[in-house]
Structure formats: C-alpha cells, structure tokens
Nanobody, 123 residues
Framework: QVQLVESGGGLVQTGGSLRLSCVAS????????MGWYRQAPGKQRELVAT???????AYGDSVKGRFTVSRDNAKNTVYLQMNSLVPEDTAVYYC?????????????????WGQGTQVTVIS
C-alpha cells in the first residue's frame, strides 16, 4: 500500500525549533491531505496541522503562530517547522496522508499513518 516515514524528532530546550519531515512511498497515484497529529502520554491524539494538495493549511489552536506546515508534492513529502517550542509540545508526532494508489489495473483509496517520531521539549 502506502508507507509513511517520519524523521526529525528529538530533544530540544524551551524556545527552540525542530523540523519534522514525512515521506510517503509506494504505488502512489495521488495524495490529498497530508498532515501531522500528536499524542502525549495519557492524552488523546490531537490535530497539529494539515495541508491540502493545493497548499491550504489548517492548524490546531495550540500551535497557531508557532508551527508551519508545508509540502512538496513532487516528493510526496510533508514538513512541519516547529518554533518557540514549549514543554507542552512534548509528544509523539505522527504523519498522516490520504489519497489513491495503484492496485493492479485499478486504483484504490488509502489513509496511512507513520510510525511516529518523539519530540521532547525540556525547560
């Protein structure tokens, strides 16, 4: 089907920055929305940011003005630039994408998740 692989997580101090990347691979015909979600220990997974194939972004309230989502359609890649990080941003960040993929002589829809990358912000 379609696989997503995230990279770029790590440990950073309050006020620092990180940039996450997520590459989609497989027999992709087209990708529609791509985006990022996060899950902190003991909490539900929440929306961070998404971006349409046309480049229109949407953000969760807690990250507006600090995070920027972008994508490179030719590379099937979505990015998340995270600035002014705070300890509350500590979580596992998951990439998500949906679209269509080639399946034999036809195509089918997919929704895929990455394995997650840890972001830890220390004070």
């Amino acid at each position: 089907q379609v696989q997503l692989v995230e990279s770029g997580g790590g440990l950073v101090q309050t006020g620092g920055s990180l940039r996450l990347s997520c590459v989609a691979s497989g027999r992709i015909r087209s990708t529609n929305d791509m985006g990022w979600y996060r899950q902190a220990p003991g909490k539900q997974r929440e929306l961070v940011a998404t971006i349409t194939i046309g480049g229109s972004p949407a953000y969760g309230d807690s990250v507006k003005g600090r995070f920027t989502v972008s994508r490179d359609n030719a590379k099937n890649t979505v990015y998340l630039q995270m600035n002014s990080l705070v300890p509350e941003d500590t979580a596992v960040y998951y990439c998500k994408a949906d679209g269509t993929y080639f399946r034999g002589f036809t195509s089918s829809v997919f929704t895929s998740w990455g394995q997650g990358t840890q972001v830890t912000v220390i004070s």
